[in-house]
């Protein structure tokens, strides 16, 4: 957004670098409130589908979702965390005054803010969290009937591999982000939905994407493995 903060980026995230922009008014992206348009939401998956080649309607619309869902949470997650962490501060990336602009082949590629925009209601990524990703994981609910904590689990996911990029140290140094990943104790921990998300750095519940032809497993590292849970249903 800022080069203040593309240069804070770890080289290892370089690739959503520039997840997070200005929005300048022009340009093709779409606000996100108008996600919750049925037309608007199946025009924008049906777009992911198609670059994933993926014939139209023959995959568990979920697993779907829940995949577009990691693309779309890669790019918010690297900026966000970053200018949380390095900079010790929010960016204005409420849901309802946000825009979504996609790559060439449908996916998830940046997100516009407005310029002026307040932070956000809450300190740290607890922010993001009512501002942002609540709104998110309800939108993708209300579309296609995934379990919350299926939407929940990839975000605690992203959002926990990208602060252990930046740093585990520089985390730790800002506790109410520490908190919110449920790296420590305390209510703030115990009350968030991304550290409820993970147990012991795993995550709990199955993302789906074994479900999707052509795209790999996570191998040993899907939870149902391991005695966790598959998140076809909906639910809490």
């Known amino acids: 957004m800022t080069p203040e ?4 980026v770890p080289d290892s995230l370089g690739t959503y670098r520039d997840g997070v922009a200005a929005d300048s008014g022009t340009g093709t992206a779409t606000p996100l409130s108008a996600l919750h348009d049925p037309a608007v939401f199946d025009a924008t998956l049906a777009a992911f589908e198609a670059g994933l080649g993926v014939s139209p309607g023959a995959v568990d619309r979920r697993a779907l979702v829940s995949y577009w ?15 949380l962490v390095r900079l010790g501060r929010p960016l204005p990336l409420g849901f309802a005054t946000t825009r979504l602009a996609l790559d060439g082949a449908g996916r998830p590629a940046r997100f516009l803010v407005r310029p002026g925009t307040p932070e956000g209601s809450a300190p740290g990524l607890a922010g993001l969290v009512e501002d942002h990703l609540r709104p998110f994981v309800e939108l993708c609910r209300a579309q296609c009937g995934i379990a919350p904590r299926v939407i929940w689990g990839n975000a605690a996911v992203i959002l926990d591999y990208v602060a252990r990029e930046i740093g585990e140290p520089e985390t730790l140094a800002r506790p ?11 209510p703030s921990c115990a009350l968030s939905p991304l550290a409820r998300a993970l147990c012991d750095r795993r995550r709990r519940t199955c993302c789906l994407r074994q479900r999707l032809p052509g795209v790999p ?16 249903a909906d639910g809490p």
Request: hydrophobic fraction near 45%; aromatic fraction near 6%.
């Open 217 to 232: 497993s996570c191998g040993d590292l899907c939870p149902v493995r391991a005695g966790g849970r598959c998140g076809a």
């Open 69 to 83: 869902s990691q693309f779309y949470l890669a790019p918010l997650a690297t900026p966000a965390m970053t200018a």
């Open 5 to 8: 903060i593309t240069a804070a």
């Open 176 to 186: 109410e982000v520490a908190a919110c990943l449920g790296w420590c104790g305390g």
